[in-house]
């Protein structure tokens, strides 16, 4: 249950390789962890199914005031914090993040003065799912037993050999959340300067790493910041939330038996399969012509791609993988949208189920908005919501911190992205043509929303809502936003109806 095949992994069964048994999303994958690993998380679980606030003191660190400026990553402050070299932006769910074009300005409007602001965030980069490792390896194997004459521009393929690992952050990884820490400090510097978020976490290894390595960046800032009042100790308080099956967990979906195992679980992958059959067939000539006898299937011919952010990502400074080089621009953008295809019709507004996995999340980001008592009967645990412990309704800052499926059916459950028309499975769109929704503009490693709530001298009688994905402001849907794509507060909630009538989750015991 801990090595839950999270992103990617194929929810049909028609074009994955691996018997059937281990296709099942909920599958233990044969995953190799040391004892001590399994050990601690069995601990850290146990803790937080008591509903115990964890103190995150199991792992010291050093002092951060000593540590130079972050390098490895490619979104530091220095540049930006976005990640530069343009390839990277079209890799889909596996693209590092970057700061995505905002046609309304980012900046905080003046006049105004941001008073709430949540985060929901994406681990950091990983190395492949276990199932996919497993692949990875055999599909490098067969290339090296079948070619002998390499390609132009192939060779190096003779002499690479496959060594990534399974499921876990990566360096380049750990490195993007502590930045995304440094920069969620810095935008919200008047609120962070003088309390730190209430943290939740998904329990999946690598969720809980990435939590604590974002609030090493956001505790680095604070220690840099003179006007701070550094009070709180560190490392902070986390609530860790079980992945477990029958753990309501708004951070991780499984519950929902209709989505998990009916015939909905296949949508995403049947829309891929067929914007495979189009955009994939002259990128397998061009790879077979490349590496005779290796025999590449269209499913071959995106593993071979894979191999470029995973290999990028596995490099502690996110040096571009040779294997990025073997395909154009106009082949990156065909793989982007097959990974768009598979989050829409598999997680987001194309699933009829998709929407409904974000409810519990939305309804607690409603409560915390208003400072009322959650009410939802979907994935929000009673126990949990309706302590002041587990879940405050007076904090001014929240992060919490998931996969990238969860947040894609939080964003269907705001209706973030309800003016997107329906998603063609056989000709590609851009993601300025899709309105913004595509997975690399939306849930790239280390992705995050941010929703703010705003006063301002000009609308004075009641608070505003924003929320950004990516740095990219989304005009809020069905509630009369401004130009600058805020509604007020309760016009918001009031759009949310979908969410506070449950979503359709009547349907998920069906
Ligand atoms: C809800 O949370 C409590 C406290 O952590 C836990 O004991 C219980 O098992 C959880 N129940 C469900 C259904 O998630
Ligand atoms: C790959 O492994 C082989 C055998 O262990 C080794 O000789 C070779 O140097 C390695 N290649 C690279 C690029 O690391
Ligand atoms: C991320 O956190 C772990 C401890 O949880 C730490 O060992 C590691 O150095 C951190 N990574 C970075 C880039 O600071
Ligand atoms: C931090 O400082 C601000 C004013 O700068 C003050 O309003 C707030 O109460 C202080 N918080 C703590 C915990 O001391
Ligand atoms: C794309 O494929 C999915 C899954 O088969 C299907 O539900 C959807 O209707 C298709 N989209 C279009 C626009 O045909
Ligand atoms: C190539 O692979 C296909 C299946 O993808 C198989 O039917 C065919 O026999 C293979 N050809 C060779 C020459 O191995
Ligand atoms: C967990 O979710 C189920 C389904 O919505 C609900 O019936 C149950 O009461 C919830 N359990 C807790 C502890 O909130
Ligand atoms: C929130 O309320 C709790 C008690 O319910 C209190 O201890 C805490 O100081 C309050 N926090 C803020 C930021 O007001
Ligand atoms: C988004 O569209 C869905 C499906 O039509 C609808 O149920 C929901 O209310 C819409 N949400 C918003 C905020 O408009």
């Known amino acids: 249950m801990f090595n839950r095949q999270r992103e990617w992994l194929p929810r049909s069964h028609k074009y994955s390789p691996l ?66 070299p343009e390839i990277s932006h079209s890799w889909g769910q596996y693209s590092p993040f970057y700061s995505v074009n905002s046609d309304i300005s980012r900046s905080t409007p003046k006049g105004c003065e941001v008073t709430f602001a949540q985060v929901l965030s994406r681990h950091g980069a990983r190395d492949p799912t276990a199932s996919k490792t497993a692949i990875y390896s055999a599909l490098v194997q067969r290339i090296h037993d079948r070619v002998t004459d390499y390609g132009k521009g192939y060779g190096f393929i003779n002499n690479y ?90 951070l991780s979906h499984a519950n929902c038996k209709a989505f998990e195992d009916g015939p909905l679980s296949s949508a995403g992958d049947e829309a891929q399969t067929a914007w495979l059959q189009i955009f994939a067939p002259p990128i397998a000539e061009k790879l077979n012509q490349n590496l005779p006898g290796a025999n590449l ?34 082949e990156w953008n065909g793989y982007d949208y097959y990974q768009t295809l598979g989050k829409w019709y598999g997680y987001g507004n194309g699933n009829p189920l998709g929407a409904t996995q974000g409810v519990g999340f939305v309804n607690e980001l409603i409560a915390r908005l208003t400072g009322k008592a959650v009410v939802d009967q979907t994935t929000t645990n009673a126990t949990l919501d309706g302590s002041r412990d587990t879940f405050p309704l007076n904090r001014s800052l929240y992060a919490d911190f998931s996969h990238d499926n ?12 309800n003016a997107t028309e329906p998603l063609s499975n056989t000709t590609k769109a851009s993601p300025r043509e899709t309105k913004g929704f595509s997975s690399s503009w939306t849930v790239p490693f280390a992705a995050r929303m941010y929703v703010e709530k705003m006063t301002c001298d000009d609308a004075a009688d009641e608070e505003l809502v924003r929320i950004l994905v990516n740095d990219r402001v989304i005009p809020l849907q069905n509630c009369d936003a401004d130009t600058l794509g805020r509604c007020k507060l309760s016009r918001f909630v009031d759009s949310l109806s979908f969410a506070r009538a449950g979503g359709n989750w009547g349907q998920c015991s069906a």
């Open 19 to 84: 018997p059937t048994a281990a296709r099942s999303r909920n599958v233990q994958a044969p995953v190799s962890t040391t004892w001590t690993e399994q050990g601690r998380r069995h601990a850290i679980m146990k803790l937080a199914m008591v509903g115990v606030l964890v103190v995150v003191a199991l792992f010291p660190w050093p002092a951060m005031r000593q540590q130079s400026p972050p390098t490895g990553s490619c979104d530091t402050a220095l540049h930006g914090f976005t990640c530069l």
């Open 297 to 330: 299937s269209l499913t071959d011919t995106i593993f071979m791609m894979d191999l470029c952010p995973f290999n990028t990502v596995a490099d502690t400074n996110g040096r571009i993988s040779p294997f990025c080089g073997l395909f154009t621009r106009d």
């Open 406 to 417: 969860d947040m894609v059916g939080v964003f269907a459950a705001l209706g973030l992205y």
């Open 161 to 250: 050999n496959y060594t990534l690992g399974a499921d876990e952050l990566s360096p380049f990884g750990q490195q993007e959340l502590v930045n995304s820490g440094i920069k969620f400090y810095k935008r919200y510097q008047h609120l962070t300067r003088q309390a730190v978020p209430f943290l939740r976490t998904s329990g999946q290894n690598r969720v809980v790493e990435s939590a604590r390595n974002w609030t090493q960046g956001f505790h680095q800032s604070r220690l840099e910041d003179k006007l701070s009042n550094e009070t709180d100790a560190f490392p902070y308080d986390m609530l860790i939330l079980p992945e477990d099956e029958g753990f309501n967990n708004t």
